[in-house]
Every structure is written in C-alpha cells, then in structure tokens.
C-alpha cells in the first residue's frame, strides 16, 4: 500500500505555469501507475494524466500539448507540468496510484487560474 501527498497548487493567471508535485510514501511505487485527476465543487473527477511504471504516458485531450506527467522513481515522485493554462483548468488536483483494481489517492491541491 501507498499514500501520495501532493504540493504545487496555487493561484495563477491564465497562460501561466505550475508544477504540481505528488510524493508517495510506502513500497513499490515503481509498479504502480501514477495519475492526475481534476475535480470541481458538484462534478465528478476527470482523468487528466497517467504515466506506467515504464514512462509511457496518456493525456486527456483537453490537456494535450499543455500539460506533462513524469516519474522519478528514485524519489517516489510524479509531476504535473501545467503550461498553457486556462480559467477552466480550475480544480482540484488529486494524484493516485493504481496498482491491479486498487487506487490510493492524495488529499488533492487546489489549482486555480484567473481569467
């Protein structure tokens, strides 16, 4: 079992930059998938992107050529490289680690962009 922590939230203004982090402590985070998902106040959470343990990575197309996930697994890190953004990337940001049919989720940082 793992447990991510994300940082990196803030406020920024439209076609700004953030860098989202999501530490995961506890073993084996080389097997795991490492994703993003986005979530608004009454809306479901939206998948945003997914890297495997081998680096391969998928993308929503709202987030396509904007935004790039990493992982080091050195440091039981992803990242969420945000450029480009846009007010209607506002949301909370959660990271999670898939591994089989089970997730663990972070607490989720909150990533707001003025228009």
């Known amino acids: 079992q793992v447990r991510p922590a994300e940082s990196g939230g803030g406020l920024v203004q439209a076609g700004g930059s953030l860098r989202l982090s999501c530490v995961t402590s506890?073993?084996?985070?080389?097997?795991?998938?490492m994703g993003w998902y986005g979530q608004n106040p009454g809306k479901e959470r939206e998948f945003v992107a997914a890297v495997t343990s081998t680096g391969e990575a998928n993308y929503a197309d709202s987030v396509k050529g904007r935004f790039t996930i990493s992982r080091d697994n050195a440091k039981n890190t992803v990242y969420l490289e945000m450029n480009s953004l846009k007010p209607e990337d506002t949301a909370v940001y959660y990271c999670?680690?898939?591994?089989?049919?089970?997730?663990?989720w972070g607490q989720g940082t909150q990533v707001t962009v003025s228009s």
């Open positions: 999670y680690a898939k591994r089989g049919g089970a997730y663990f």
């Open positions: 506890g073993s084996g985070f080389d097997l795991y998938i």
